[in-house]
């Protein structure tokens, strides 16, 4: 089952603007990660933020996550051409093994205009 | 170089056939997975497993089957009972609570 919707499920700028992008989850978390995927390839890790955490940043990246509202923000500053992929949410549930599965979203296709 | 691979990149299977699919990481994690991912789709979970010589099913682990009888190896057999194969398959590996890293996948269309 997904737990994660994203929105925009597409998302279309120009080189230099900001990206945004929106994740919603439904149970109590352990952990939302961010990832992205250039067309046909694996998934390569962006950052981890916790459940106790409000905000993050790496480089130009800026996550935030709000578990009262249940939902996160991905924020990508300065957008290059080459931030051209997809990018997906996932959520690591609270309670279980400290294994526990990753749920992923839809993804949002974000591509940058140069 | 730590990483983990996947091998073939493409496979084509006929109707009624058997495939494995390879995993392997050296990155001396205990955890391993894999995500099936259709077109235009978010990732879904077939089966992981923990630790050596033991595996659970994911949300969709039918007409799956895996085995773990090394730390490093996690393949993936679709048994000809997997009625819509055609998907692109990632493999993933973790530490404990930790982010996943992934393969570069396998793109398998059944003829």
């Known amino acids: 089952s997904q737990q994660g919707e994203e929105d925009p499920q597409a998302l279309s700028i120009q080189e230099g603007e900001n990206a945004t992008m929106n994740c919603s989850y439904k149970?109590?978390?352990?952990?939302l990660q961010w990832y992205r995927q250039n067309s046909g390839r694996g998934l390569v890790h962006l950052i981890l933020i916790r459940s106790n955490e409000r905000e993050k940043h790496s480089g130009r990246l800026r996550v935030t996550l709000d578990t009262s509202k249940k939902s996160s923000s991905l924020l990508i500053t300065a957008s290059r051409a080459a931030d051209t992929a997809s990018y997906f949410c996932a959520t690591l549930d609270a309670g279980g093994t400290s294994y526990g599965k990753l749920t992923f979203g839809q993804g949002t296709i974000l591509t940058v205009h140069p | 170089d730590g990483g983990i691979t996947q091998s073939p990149k493409y496979l084509f299977r006929k109707e009624g056939q058997n495939v494995t699919l390879s995993c392997e990481q050296n990155?001396?994690?205990?955890?391993m997975y894999w995500y099936r991912q259709d077109p235009g789709q978010g990732l879904r979970l077939i089966y992981y497993?923990?630790?050596?010589?033991?595996?659970q099913k994911g949300d969709i682990a039918e007409g799956y089957s895996v085995s773990r009888e090394k730390k490093e190896s996690f393949p993936l057999t679709v048994t000809s009972a997997q009625k819509n194969p055609t998907a692109f398959y990632l493999c993933a590996s973790s530490a404990k609570y930790n982010e996943q890293f992934f393969g570069p996948g396998t793109r398998l269309t059944v003829l």
């Open positions: 990155l001396n994690h205990d955890a």
């Open positions: 149970t109590s978390i352990n952990n």
């Open positions: 497993s923990q630790i050596v010589n033991d595996f």
